[in-house]
């Protein structure tokens, strides 16, 4: 991974990330704490809950993306440690 720093992302996926990040900073402004229901227009109101789901989904899609076309990654990976038995 270290080989590929020196890589850059190509624009338009740069451009999705940062589009991704800012609708999700400008939607939890808005959002409330529990899934709600719009009783006006029948529709659901996602929670802070969802949000932040969907929003980890897709930065995971991304990252996946970035590892598979050989870009830097745009999450840190997490060392995971098997618990002492």
């Known amino acids: 991974m270290a080989d590929n720093i020196s890589v850059k992302r190509p624009k338009e996926l740069q451009e999705s990330i940062d589009r991704t990040k800012a609708s999700?900073?400008?939607?939890?402004?808005?959002?409330?704490?529990?899934?709600?229901?719009?009783?006006?227009f029948g529709v659901p109101i996602d929670g802070l809950n969802e949000l932040t789901r969907?929003?980890?989904?897709?930065?995971?899609?991304?990252?996946?993306?970035c590892i598979n076309e050989g870009y830097p990654q745009i999450l840190n990976e997490e060392t995971v440690v098997d618990p002492v038995a």
């Open 24 to 40: 999700y900073y400008r939607n939890i402004e808005k959002a409330p704490a529990k899934k709600g229901w719009n009783s006006t």
């Open 54 to 65: 969907a929003y980890n989904m897709k930065m995971r899609t991304f990252n996946q993306i």
